[in-house]
């Protein structure tokens, strides 16, 4: 089956400019949530936001009306501690009531700070948060895709501290080996980890080289570049028979000056008068 035979939905195609608007809609909307709900890693739903409004505005075939449709594209949020600014995305691609995330970070709420389980909130591909799960949990479900006969993609965001991981290794092996070729993976490169630079924690770098070294077609880019985020995420499958790595140059905290590549915004939480100066720096109304 073909993309263009899919009865998924359409790929969404938004103009690059409104893309950016919806992507300060909703790093603001995610720091006003960090502060009404006193909930943490807001540096780090920052530093993916563009990526993720790249993907859910202008790459992924899917339809909000059918989240469970067999022949969807997947999208795993591997580093689940940046679920708050993928809610905000979901809420605005139409998958739930943009209300129900006043709910979020309270006793039975559905939206917790890291994603739930598929079952429970549509939009949602896997339940994560302990990190190293989603490229093995997108590669099953690409295997999965093979065997059917269904020609999904599955693209799974990674940070680079996530990386360490010896199990994200493991599945990097086994999608190369196997020749796995709808799935990607975009990391979120922002430099940092929860209790320093990631270079200094276990020296990642060359990244791009070492997934290269896997054996996937791997390439770097501005991971706040719409254009180039959207270029690269719909060309997968990209010819060469192989997965694809997306190293994602990020800013922890990226949009807001005093919150830019500053560690200290992994766990700190914004007072009411630094949700108004960022939403200031947005261009969003308060």
């Not at 603001?28 to 859910?56: F, K, M, Q, W």
């Not at 630079?197 to 020296?203: G, I, M, N, P, T």
Request: aromatic residues 6%.
């Amino acid at each position: 089956m073909s993309i263009d035979d899919r009865t998924a939905g359409e790929r969404t195609k938004v103009d690059f400019g409104d893309l950016e608007g919806i992507a300060r809609t909703i790093r603001a909307r995610t720091i006003e949530t960090s502060h009404r709900t006193n909930t943490p890693h807001l540096g780090s739903c920052l530093s993916c936001v563009d990526i993720l409004v790249a993907a859910y505005f202008n790459v992924l075939a899917i339809d909000p009306a059918k989240p469970r449709d067999p022949v969807r594209d997947r999208f795993i949020l591997s580093k689940g501690h940046g679920a708050a600014a993928l809610f905000q995305v979901l809420a605005l691609r139409g998958f739930y009531p943009e209300s129900m995330l006043e709910t979020y970070g309270q006793d039975g709420s559905l939206f917790a700070e890291h994603p739930p389980a598929p079952a429970y909130l549509p939009g949602i591909e896997a339940a994560t948060g302990s990190l190293g799960h989603g490229l093995p949990l997108g590669l099953g479900m690409a295997l999965s895709a093979r065997l059917q006969g269904l020609a999904y993609n599955v693209i799974a965001l990674l940070s680079d501290g996530e990386c360490n991981e010896g199990s994200v290794w493991e599945a990097a092996m086994m999608a190369s080996s196997q020749r796995v070729e709808r799935i990607a993976v975009v990391i979120d490169f922002n430099k940092w980890q929860a209790t320093g630079r990631s270079e200094e924690v276990l020296a990642i770098s060359p990244l791009v080289d070492k997934w290269r070294a896997f054996g996937w077609s791997a390439c770097e880019a501005n991971g706040h570049d719409m254009a180039t985020l959207v270029r690269l995420m719909r060309n997968v499958p990209d010819g060469s028979g192989k997965p694809v790595a997306i190293i994602a140059h990020t800013v922890k905290g990226k949009g807001v000056s005093f919150m830019e590549d500053d560690n200290n915004w992994h766990y700190r939480i914004p007072t009411a008068e630094q949700v108004v100066a960022a939403k200031k720096e947005l261009r969003v109304t308060p």
